[in-house]
């Protein structure tokens, strides 16, 4: 197989300026080697299609069949959520005639960045879980364990910045640049099992030379994310914020103002100095809010979640966060949690509340978990391939209802074969919040995760909540990713500890065994079956 140079010398002949924006990039590329295969060249008379993700890959090339190349950003095996797109996927944009995104925040911004800015002018870039709203796809919120007896505390991004040109490659940058109280504040991300990453630590200081970058959160236009955060000592902590719109890497940051948080820790919320009357914030779930469109900082909260319509803008000159008591734990021996300080100390806590890094939007994006909705993004996928390869109409809309009338029996299927549980026992413990789709679609309870906080994973009280819930609901076996396996130690040490089955299902990824959509679900609706409808 002939080496990439040739290639990369007729991809620069485009008239595209932004090409040679990566030209270093590709210049690297070519100093490692040939590959020992191209996915999307400059030859080929096909259209060539990007996807980000593997599921979406089969969608098209079932679609398309012989008339169009196509090939995924995520490789199989890998998680969408976290992936970092290689020089090898920015090249493979660069061919692209035509691109397709899940979106609604399911993919790292990171992979949206390498499609939306290495796309040639004038090709199509879909976001069909957005799109196939139109061909009659059902969306439904995320919603939220609200169990939790403290108050959730995340980051959000509220409405366009169109006025800013903002579009969804966008950063808004929220930067702690100074905090204050009688001990050390820290805001975090779990990552998946209990990574850490850092975005506000007082204990290092803040450092206006480089930006505060290490105090600074990266969302998304129209993101939301769950964060941990922690208070080494009780007593009043205020926390000053500033918020600006990076709608290019190459333009200058728009500013969106500062404020300053009040926390109470561990004191009472109504005796902060200099807020007497303010309102307090002790439940629910709160987020720490960027506007683009008013361009200011606030308090998005709903202090009684019960959801999104109830939440109102608190201000925070005026509101108190509080930190109970009863958020004072113990952080636990795990040689991860170090940070937090020494094994048996004490912290307060407001915990994350889901498990994993988790940064999305209102809706849930894993929509093909019901099959109707594959069906809707098969529609979008045939009537975009039609637009770009006009003479393939006849082939593309044979494949597409020969592809609709196997999703059609595959949703038959996996609802009939569902539906041979036994209700009592459709209950759904994962590692992972991708089956709400599935669960609303073919009646499956999603019962929950290992533990709503990983930061305590190995904490004695949360693995008595989950085994009260086991025997409560007396389930049999709880459900495992096979991309996240090796990492996933909480489950299995319970699932053993308890005697459950440990059963495989596919959330966003295929991998050596699994590697269609068709095959997915169907393999998904045994896996429910087979392990729910058997004794321990």
């Known amino acids: 197989m002939p080496c990439v140079g040739a290639g990369v010398v007729r991809a620069f002949r485009r008239p595209n300026p932004r090409l040679w924006l990566m030209l270093p990039l590709l210049v690297a590329l070519l100093s490692a080697g040939c590959r020992s295969e191209v996915a999307l060249t400059a030859n080929d008379e096909r259209v060539q299609v990007i996807t980000t993700t593997g599921i979406l890959r089969d969608l098209v090339s079932n679609v398309g069949g012989e008339r169009v190349a196509v090939s995924s950003l995520v490789p199989d095996s890998a998680d969408p959520h976290s992936y970092e797109p290689s020089l090898r996927d920015v090249r493979d944009v660069v061919y692209a005639d035509v691109a397709f995104s899940n979106y609604l925040l399911l993919e790292e911004q990171a992979v949206v960045k390498a499609l939306d800015a290495n796309l040639r002018d004038g090709v199509p870039n879909i976001s069909l879980a957005e799109g196939a709203v139109k061909y009659a796809a059902e969306i439904i919120p995320l919603v939220e364990d609200v169990s939790l007896d403290t108050i959730w505390l995340g980051m959000r991004v509220r409405g366009t910045g169109a006025v800013q040109g903002a579009n969804r490659s966008s950063d808004v940058l929220l930067t702690a640049t100074a905090a204050n109280g009688p001990g050390r504040m820290l805001a975090y991300l779990t990552e998946s099992f209990g990574n850490p990453s850092f975005y506000v630590d007082s204990a290092d200081g ?10 600074t959160a990266t969302l998304p236009p129209d993101a939301h994310t769950h964060m941990s955060w922690a208070f080494t000592e009780p007593g009043v902590y205020r926390l000053t914020m500033r918020a600006q719109l990076a709608v290019t890497p190459e333009t200058a940051p728009v500013p969106l103002g500062e404020q300053v ?4 820790v561990g004191v009472d919320p109504h005796s902060v100095p200099g807020m007497a009357g303010a309102e307090v914030l002790n439940s629910g779930h709160a987020d720490v809010t960027v506007d683009l469109d008013e361009r200011r900082l606030y308090l998005f909260a709903d ?3 019960s959801g999104e319509a109830n939440q109102r803008v608190y201000d925070p000159a005026s509101t108190v966060i509080e930190v109970p008591n009863k958020a004072l734990l113990e952080v636990p021996g795990d040689r991860r949690f170090r940070f937090l300080g020494r094994p048996g100390t004490q912290v307060y806590q407001l915990p994350q509340a889901v498990l994993g890094k988790h940064v999305h939007g209102e809706i849930d994006p894993h929509l093909w978990q019901n099959v109707r909705n594959a069906i809707s993004y098969t529609e979008l996928i045939r009537d ?10 006849t082939d593309y809309r044979t494949n597409a209802s020969a592809y609709i009338r196997e999703l059609e029996t595959l949703d038959t299927q996996v609802r009939d074969t569902i539906a041979r549980i036994p209700p009592s026992r459709r209950h759904l413990v994962s590692t992972h919040d991708a089956f709400g789709y599935l669960g609303q679609a073919y009646g499956v309870q999603i019962s929950g995760f290992v533990t709503p906080h990983p930061a305590t994973e190995p904490s004695l009280a949360d693995r008595r909540r989950l085994t009260e819930t086991i025997r409560n609901l007396d389930i049999p076996a709880v459900f495992l990713e096979p991309n996240v396996a090796a990492r996933s130690t909480t489950l299995t040490e319970v699932a053993r500890e308890e005697g459950l089955r440990v059963c495989a299902i596919y959330g966003d990824t295929f991998d050596r065994d ?23």
């Open 261 to 264: 948080f009040t926390f109470a």
């Open 303 to 305: 202090p009684e979640g």
């Open 206 to 215: 803040f450092d206006a030379a480089n930006g505060f970058r290490d105090d």
């Open 514 to 536: 699994v590697t269609t959509y068709v095959d997915m679900m169907r393999f998904n609706a045994e896996s429910l079956h087979n392990c729910l409808t058997t004794d321990k």
């Open 384 to 393: 975009t391939l039609i637009g770009v390869d006009p003479q393939g109409a």
